[in-house]
């Protein structure tokens, strides 16, 4: 099992920054791979931004690039997504997953993430 605990989420205006911060907890030791979903009112579960510490590369949605950036923290069980030019359209609640099993392609789908955090709150005012 692997807890994920999300925070840094709040209220900015448009064009300003957020860093969002994901902690696992648990059998860490497996994760390989941790990405940021996020949820708009009204809307479907979008993927953010993925991590593959395994291979060393990372990916984002077309609509958050040149935005947002995901990294891994010097703890190893911390990963953090660096938002920065936001925009209200960006308003949603934002949740970190993972997943510690072997999938075959570099990244997972959406159904291969395993533990999911609680998500945390991002609210972007025009």
């Known amino acids: 099992q692997v807890q994920l605990v999300e925070s840094g989420g709040g209220l900015v205006q448009a064009g300003g920054s957020l860093r969002l911060s994901c902690a696992a907890s648990?059998?860490?030791?497996?994760?390989?791979?941790m990405g940021w979903f996020r949820r708009a009112p009204g809307k479907d579960l979008e993927f953010v931004a993925v991590?593959?510490?395994?291979?060393?590369?990372?990916d984002y949605a077309d609509s958050v690039k040149g935005r947002f950036t995901i990294s891994r923290g010097n703890v190893k069980n911390m990963v953090y997504l660096q938002m920065n030019s936001l925009k209200p359209e960006d308003t949603a609640v934002y949740y970190c997953?993972?997943?510690?099993?072997?999938?075959?392609?570099?990244?997972?789908?959406?159904?291969?993430?395993?533990?999911w955090g609680q998500g945390t709150q991002v609210t972007v005012s025009s």
């Open positions: 991590i593959n510490w395994s291979v060393g590369r990372s």
């Open positions: 648990g059998r860490t030791s497996s994760m390989n791979t």
């Open positions: 997953a993972v997943v510690t099993k072997a999938y075959s392609t570099i990244y997972p789908t959406q159904d291969e993430y395993e533990y």
